[in-house]
């Protein structure tokens, strides 16, 4: 069903066998992003590290605790590491949260499909993200910088709570010193310090500078600041066949056997969790679907 | 296989695959001997008021005599006044309980020195042959096919215990008060996916079983079981019966556009009203012989040195099955249930090519409000006008 483009193929963990059965991954370096959230950089205890696509995600699994769907946030073209940001949000995430350097970590993965960053060469492009959703993107935005030639006008639009929740809030500047990209950020509630922007990350799209009619959107964040991103987007005249969300909902396979991802007719873990708009619109719509 | 069956063979040909014979209840008592050499052998039984499936190694397990009267919310067992051996239509098993176990051990782990290490579970030790499979039945294998080993990542598990199995199908003589295979397409006569299938015959002086042939291991163990070919009469028989039983269903579905009208119909009123009845047990999914839907469960023992995955049927039903951080997506009642009918019915035909129901009427009998697929999917449908109004209006 969602096949026909390259990245959007599913694409297999390089290992065969077993897919319920992780593999023994080493946690390699730590980097404290905010108070209950971490970066951590993993690599095969043994083998090369499966190959992934921007928008991937893997499921991590502490020892004796749980399993999590975890998104990729690194950068395809470093080949050794898989880069995980996690939340501490449950059981299994706050255990994964709490490893040390040089424990032990298992992975299955990576599963879903990816962000259109291929197809969309040529066009502007729009990434919307929202508090933890700036994880998944963060591929496509390392991708699209390091390809920037290929592309129109890049403007990254992140939203976030409060200032000092901020993920990645060295990376942001960085990007924003760029001046070939425009960078925008805004808070919900902003304290004394704040010089920025108030407001909700659809609020920033009306302003953003791209052609409506050559943009690919990319969209990742709580449902509900997904839907107004969309319907911002689509005031803004960006067609819903450019549109692409990354969708969440609760996973246990990832393999489209355990069906608590469904999403009408689609499996997240494997139609998604990046999704074109138009495809899931009617969806869309619908309460609690 | 043994061949202690050799010597009271009859003098015909070599049974093959477009062959039909006629045994006897003896020639069934040979068939599960024979089978029970190779095969954990898996027939219908009654235990606590029910016929349910478990192991069987004699006739005298097998529910003769007796029939299960079934109404939305109702199952009993009654006597028959003859010795029918399957004259009864199913129970709240399924074959899905051996394929696809409602609790799994899928592996282990143990700390080392290098952190923890991870082995695959080891796979069943026995294979199933099942006795007694219905033809809706055999479609809920064929779907689960499609769900386990038809995706790009087969489950292991269910692969090799599906490929090892035997299957005796039986074509059904008597079509239970909720059943609707007629209407799914999926019987009453078993037509593939079956290694021999027995059609009852019952009279005056006679007590036999049609037999027809659907694989050659079928046609080799129908070979070393006393045996005599079909007559025209018999052929008759078994076409009579199926007719009959056709004619008898106990519901009814209308599948004429029922993907297009249950996925244009999330916002239907209907799904208040089943929700004020809908208990959300999820006895429904438990009972049906093609849901699928999994959790898994993390243990560790008490020192923390070995852990172990299990995974578990799970229920559309419960509040945890949609859990994300922060809450669940599907909250109230209402949508759990257009989740599983809408699946079921639906959404399973975009995913897997096929319908999730095949009209066995299960979820009808052990609901224990009686709530009726059939019914609930012929409300929606009668009222298709109320979709387009609504009080779940999205942002």
Same mark, same amino acid.
């Given at each position: 069903m969602f096949t026909e483009s390259a990245e959007m193929a599913r694409m297999p963990p390089a290992a065969s066998g077993d897919p319920f059965v992780p593999r023994?991954?080493?946690v390699d370096r730590i980097r404290r992003e905010l108070s209950d959230t971490v970066t951590l950089e993993i690599t095969p205890s043994q083998g090369p590290r499966p190959r992934y696509a921007p928008g991937q995600f893997n499921m991590l699994y502490a020892f004796g605790v749980g399993e999590v769907a975890i998104s990729i946030s690194g950068d395809c073209a470093d080949d050794r590491t898989f880069v995980h940001t996690v939340r501490d949000v449950g059981a299994a995430s706050r255990a994964i949260t709490s490893l040390d350097v040089g424990a032990a970590i298992g992975v299955r993965g990576p599963f879903g499909t990816a962000w259109p960053v291929t197809d969309a060469e040529g066009s502007d492009i729009v990434i919307v993200a929202g508090g933890l959703g700036l994880a998944p993107l963060r591929p496509a935005i390392y991708h699209v910088l390091a390809n920037r030639s290929r592309y129109g006008r890049i403007a990254i639009l992140f939203g976030t709570r409060h200032p000092q929740d901020m993920l990645y809030r060295d990376e942001l500047a960085a990007w924003r010193r760029n001046l070939d990209i425009s960078v925008e950020v805004t808070v919900d509630h902003a304290d004394r310090d704040w010089r920025g922007n108030v407001g909700v990350?659809?609020? /920033?799209?009306?302003?953003?500078?791209?052609?409506?009619?050559?943009t690919v959107a990319l969209v990742c964040g709580p449902e509900i600041m997904m839907r107004f991103a969309v319907n911002a987007l689509r005031d803004a005249g960006v067609a819903?066949?450019?549109?692409? /969300?990354?969708?969440?909902?609760?996973?246990k396979c990832a393999i489209g056997l355990c069906g608590h991802c469904q999403f009408g007719p689609q499996f997240v873990c494997k139609d998604g969790p990046v999704m074109r708009f138009d495809r899931i619109a009617s969806l869309f719509a619908v309460r609690e679907i | 296989m043994p061949d202690e069956t050799a010597s009271v063979q009859t003098a015909t040909a070599p049974p093959s695959k477009a062959m039909k014979a006629v045994i006897s209840c003896d020639a069934l008592q040979a068939l599960i001997a024979a089978l029970a050499a190779d095969y954990l052998v898996l027939g219908p039984t009654v235990r606590d008021g029910a016929i349910v499936y478990e192991e069987i190694s004699d006739l005298s397990q097998l529910p003769a005599g007796w029939k299960d009267k079934q109404d939305a919310g109702k199952y009993r067992l009654e006597r028959r006044e003859d010795d029918a051996i399957f004259g009864f239509a199913v129970g709240p098993h399924s074959w899905k309980r051996f394929l696809h176990p409602p609790v799994e051990t899928l592996w282990t782990g143990r700390r080392d020195n290098d952190g923890f290490s991870i082995a695959p579970a080891a796979g069943e030790p026995r294979k199933f042959a099942f006795i007694g499979v219905r033809s809706c039945e055999l479609h809920a294998i064929a779907i689960q096919d499609k769900v386990f080993i038809g995706s790009p990542y087969a489950d292991v598990g269910y692969r090799a215990r599906r490929q090892d199995a035997f299957i005796v199908a039986v074509n059904c003589a008597e079509a239970g008060g909720t059943c609707f295979c007629a209407s799914m397409e999926t019987g009453p006569e078993a037509k593939n996916g079956f290694d021999l299938v027995l059609t009852e015959l019952l009279g005056e002086a006679r007590h036999d079983f049609l037999v027809d042939v659907g694989s050659d291991a079928g046609a080799a163990l129908l070979g070393r079981l006393p045996h005599r070919s079909a007559s025209d009469a018999d052929v008759a028989a078994k076409a009579a019966i199926i007719a009959q039983t056709r004619a008898r269903m106990g519901r009814a579905l209308e599948t004429d556009g029922i993907k297009e009208l249950l996925q244009s119909s999330p916002n239907h009123q209907r799904w208040d009203d089943?929700?004020?009845?809908?208990?959300?047990?999820?006895?429904?999914?438990?009972?049906?012989?093609?849901?699928?839907?999994?959790?898994?469960?993390?243990?560790?023992?008490?020192?923390?040195?070995?852990?172990?995955?299990?995974?578990?049927?799970?229920?559309?039903?419960?509040?945890?099955?949609?859990?994300?951080?922060?809450?669940?997506?599907?909250?109230?009642?209402?949508?759990?249930?257009?989740?599983?009918?809408?699946?079921?019915?639906?959404?399973?035909?975009?995913q897997f090519g096929t319908s999730g129901c095949v009209g066995c009427g299960r979820c009808i009998t052990w609901c224990p409000l009686g709530i009726d697929i059939t019914e609930e999917a012929a409300a929606i449908r009668a009222n298709p006008m109320t979709a387009a109004g609504g009080q779940h209006e999205g942002t």
């Open positions: 023994i991954y080493c990350v659809p609020a /920033l799209i009306a302003r953003a500078s791209f052609d409506p009619h050559d819903p066949d450019h549109i692409h /969300l990354s969708m969440e909902r609760n996973m | 089943v929700a004020a009845r809908c208990l959300t047990c999820g006895n429904c999914t438990m009972v049906c012989p093609t849901c699928f839907c999994t959790t898994v469960e993390d243990h560790s023992d008490l020192t923390g040195n070995t852990a172990e995955r299990v995974r578990k049927w799970d229920s559309c039903f419960t509040l945890d099955f949609s859990y994300i951080h922060g809450g669940s997506v599907r909250e109230t009642g209402s949508s759990r249930y257009r989740q599983w009918i809408t699946h079921k019915l639906a959404n399973w035909i975009d």
